[in-house]
């Protein structure tokens, strides 16, 4: 872990790491470093969320609470019935005539697509007839959501591999002339979705920000994603598209301290929400980026989701099986820890932008995405098989007044529990900042 955490330390600017000490395992079993990763990257925000305030002193954390939290939505009850989303029968491995694809059906939209390509009759034959490749590109071309599964070395020789080869896990760059700036209790505007951008909105509202959640009226969130990832933000109804829904952010931006985007690279950027435009007319905000492939390459503006990542860039190999035929049954990471690990770097990107507008000025923009953090998870290579003992989960678990009833959750690591719930409101800002 110290390893890891002193790369993302370094990449944000930040001086001489205090002692950290880790009690307890996470749970996480697997060959792979998820365990390490998880801790470097809430280790990371911990650190940036305290530095405000002068803290130096050595860093405590609790693995068992951080390997919870990155499987937070296998927790999340309301009224004490499950109501995290899990996967959809049809967002899953897929058996292709050469290989295997991973498809994401868990929104209406994206199962279309699948459907689409595949039929409603006997979609298992008819992913069977297709080459993986042809496959992840029909359903990619349908609107859909999609990764033929691949090697490590596939990925790294392939275009969009070679597109974030070489790219630090994240990045924080000063790129614009801006006044010292401190943001008291910073607000943050949040346009994100699904996990990895939520999760990093989630991780700001428990260190105090007042977080805004931007919602498309034509793109809902699933409401059990919600229900994980809103903890302690406000929810707002904005539509982008009308001249009205622009006018209303662009008053919320002129508030704001930061803007997290997290929406597929393009789609915000119809709307003047690309960073560079951002840095012209709002100089004083800190805006973070996070993507699934990165914004270069052919799939810069590509869909995608933690499953579909690890397929495409080789862990799913990794964790994998071989078959009594010979070849290698693909796995999965013991949780989706791409976009957890991603949305608390994402969150420290954010404070330590803070910081740094705060001492130094500037304008201050960070781009992370999962292929990045995928990228760094596999180069750190494979590590002895752990006991996958799950944490006791109750010691761990908060109430939270939301709408709709009150929402037990897993807290937040090294933070005090948030207020409430994703609770609906007004496209506004509080008072009082």
Do not use: K
Request: a neutral charge.
């Amino acid at each position: 872990m110290n390893r890891l955490l002193q790369e993302t330390w370094t990449a944000l600017g930040g001086g001489p790491l205090p002692p950290v000490t880790v009690r307890g395992t996470t749970g996480l079993a697997g060959p792979l470093a998820a365990e390490e990763l998880s801790l470097a990257a809430v280790a990371t925000q911990l650190l940036a969320a305290r530095e405000p305030a002068g803290g130096s002193g050595p860093l405590e954390l609790d693995a068992r609470h951080v390997g919870l939290a990155v499987r937070s939505e296998r927790f999340v009850r309301r009224a004490g019935r499950p109501v995290g989303p899990g996967f959809a029968p049809m967002s899953r491995f897929w058996r292709a005539a050469d290989g295997w694809v991973r498809l994401h059906a868990n929104y209406p939209h994206h199962r279309a697509a699948v459907l689409a390509v595949l039929g409603e009759r006997e979609p298992d034959t008819a992913a069977a007839g297709m080459t993986a490749l042809d496959l992840e590109e029909a359903v990619v071309a349908a609107g859909g959501a999609a990764a033929a599964v691949r090697s490590a070395e596939a990925w790294a020789a392939s275009p969009p591999g070679r597109a974030v080869a070489g790219l630090p896990m994240l990045s924080l760059d000063r790129v614009g002339e801006a006044p010292v700036r401190d943001a008291g209790r910073p607000r943050v505007l949040a346009l994100t979705r699904v996990i990895a951008g939520p999760v990093a909105a989630r991780t700001l509202a428990a260190h105090g920000a007042d977080v805004l959640r931007l919602e498309s009226p034509r793109l809902p969130e699933d409401p059990g994603t919600l229900a994980d990832t809103g903890s302690g933000q406000r929810t707002a109804v904005v539509d982008l598209a009308s001249r009205g829904g622009r006018a209303t952010a662009e008053e919320l931006l002129a508030g704001a301290d930061v803007v997290l985007l997290g929406y597929r690279p393009g789609a915000l950027e119809a709307f003047g929400l690309d960073p560079a435009e951002l840095a012209v007319r709002h100089p004083h905000l800190v805006v973070v980026r996070l993507s699934a492939w990165g914004t270069d390459g052919p799939w810069g503006r590509r869909r995608g989701f933690d499953s579909l990542v690890q397929a495409a860039t080789g862990i799913a190999v990794a964790c994998g099986d071989a078959t009594p035929s010979g070849d290698i049954a693909p796995g999965v990471l013991p949780a989706q820890v791409l976009d957890h690990a991603t949305g608390h770097l994402a969150a420290a990107a954010a404070l330590r932008g803070l910081t740094r507008r705060r001492t130094e000025g500037g304008t201050w923009t960070a781009e992370l995405a999962l292929a990045r953090t995928a990228a760094r998870l596999l180069a750190a290579g494979r590590c002895p098989e752990r006991g996958g003992d799950d944490p006791d989960p109750e010691p761990y678990l908060v109430e939270l007044p939301a709408d709709g009833g009150p929402l037990t959750v897993v807290g937040p690591p090294g933070c005090p529990p948030w207020p409430h719930g994703a609770v609906p409101s007004e496209p506004a800002w509080l008072s009082g900042h």
